[in-house]
Structure formats: structure tokens, C-alpha cells
């Protein structure tokens, strides 16, 4: 059984593919907070376990074995945070953190629980898919490279820690809020939007991190990716 610093690891892995690019040691070092020779060792200890390989150019890649333990892991987070928000009603910008201390303690028998409990959800309070939990896949985009002039709802917020979370959720940025992209402020500036009718500029750092779905996929096409005004 893996170790609860493997399991992060393992987590960190598996949510840095997702978001695109190449897992390589100096971006799974940022990511966790720690230093580049602590990164070397836990990944020759994952080779040795044959959790990941690495490749030629460097990228450190999820085993079978690596990629359904990671998996397990972000079910049992998820489903806590689903637990957390949607039956002791804890604030969605606080549920990260404490599910943090649930995921590496709960056993498959629990897990099996939580999730009829909780009617199987499908993603978590942030939008986030719960992997084996039947989750149907989206043609999504960042908020950032949405075209001006899209209609899109938000999908996912891919963020955990609470400011950003508290910073969406008071601009009315969460899931299925239907957001229209007025335009871009230049040298990397605000998003102008209208999310629920309502206007907002919406921090550029922020909006890379929101997943919508562009409502009219033709329009998204035709558009040809963000412009500035």
C-alpha cells in the first residue's frame, strides 16, 4: 500500500497531465513545495515501485498501477468534498483542505458508502470529474482562451486553495453559471464578462483556471481564439 507522501505524489502526477504539458521534476516541485532533490528521490522511489517511468526527454509518466492508485485517491478526496459541502454544508473553498486529511484514511469499504450516500456524483463541488464515477467527457476550454463574444457555462473551477476559490464563488463563478465574454484588457489584463447578466472582470490568473463549455461550438470555430479589445 502505497505511502500517504507516494499518494501525493501519485495525485500531483495525475492533476499536472490533466492540465496539460509535460510532468517534469522542476513542475512537480513547484507544485508540491518542495525541493528538486527531494522530487529526485521520491521519483526513483516510484520507479523502484513501479508506480511511473521516465522518459528519455525527462517527463515522469503514470504506470497502469501508478495512474489507478492516483485515481483512487482523487475519488476518496472528491467524495469527501462532496460529503463536506453537501451533507455538513462546509463552505466549497474550505472543503479542499479538510478532505485533504480524509483521502489517505479511508478504506474501500467507506469509499463504497460515501459514494451511495452521496448518489454517485459525478463531479465534485468544484466541477472536478470523479474518476470512476461514470463522469461523461466535455469539449471544454479555458475561460482564458475563450473567444469574445462566446456564450459558455462553467464547467470547472481547477483550483484548490481557498482564496481563488473565495475570489470565483464572489464573482458568481461557479458551475453552471453562464458566462458571456465581452473582452480582454491588453498586456494580460481582465477578462470583461457578464456571468449571470451581472458584469465582472474576472483576474487573468483566475480565468486560466475556469473550464467552460462554449455553448455554441460553430461560433467557437468561426472565432478562431481570443482577441483583445
Given amino acids: 500500500m502505497p505511502t500517504q507522501a507516494i499518494e501525493e505524489y501519485l495525485e500531483s502526477i495525475y492533476k499536472l497531465n490533466l492540465r496539460g504539458g509535460r510532468v ?4 512537480l516541485a513547484e507544485d508540491l513545495g518542495v525541493s528538486a532533490p527531494t522530487v529526485t528521490e521520491m521519483v526513483r522511489r516510484l520507479r523502484k515501485a513501479e508506480l511511473v517511468i521516465t522518459e528519455a526527454d525527462k517527463e515522469i509518466v503514470l ?81 482564458s482562451d475563450t473567444p469574445v463574444g462566446s456564450r459558455a457555462v462553467l464547467r470547472c473551477v481547477e483550483a484548490e486553495d481557498e482564496e481563488l476559490l473565495t475570489y470565483v464563488e464572489g464573482l458568481g463563478l461557479v458551475p453552471g453559471a453562464e458566462i458571456d465574454v465581452l473582452g480582454y484588457a491588453p498586456l494580460e489584463g481582465p477578462v470583461d464578462a457578464l456571468v449571470e447578466g451581472v458584469r465582472v472582470s474576472v483576474g487573468l490568473a483566475a480565468a486560466e483556471r475556469l473550464l467552460v463549455r462554449i455553448a455554441d461550438p460553430e461560433e467557437r470555430n468561426r472565432g478562431g481564439g481570443r482577441t483583445e479589445g
Fill in 63 to 143: 504506470t497502469d498501477t501508478g495512474r489507478e492508485a492516483a485515481e483512487v485517491l482523487i475519488r476518496r478526496h472528491r467524495l469527501s468534498e462532496r460529503l463536506l459541502t453537501d451533507i455538513l454544508g462546509m463552505p466549497w473553498s474550505q472543503a479542499h483542505e479538510e478532505a485533504c486529511k480524509f483521502e489517505h484514511v479511508i478504506s474501500p469499504a467507506v469509499e463504497a458508502r460515501l459514494a451511495h450516500v452521496l448518489d454517485y456524483p459525478s463531479t465534485c463541488p468544484h466541477g472536478n470529474p470523479i474518476p470512476g464515477m461514470g463522469t461523461e467527457g466535455d469539449d471544454l476550454v479555458r475561460l
Fill in 24 to 27: 517534469i521534476a522542476a513542475r
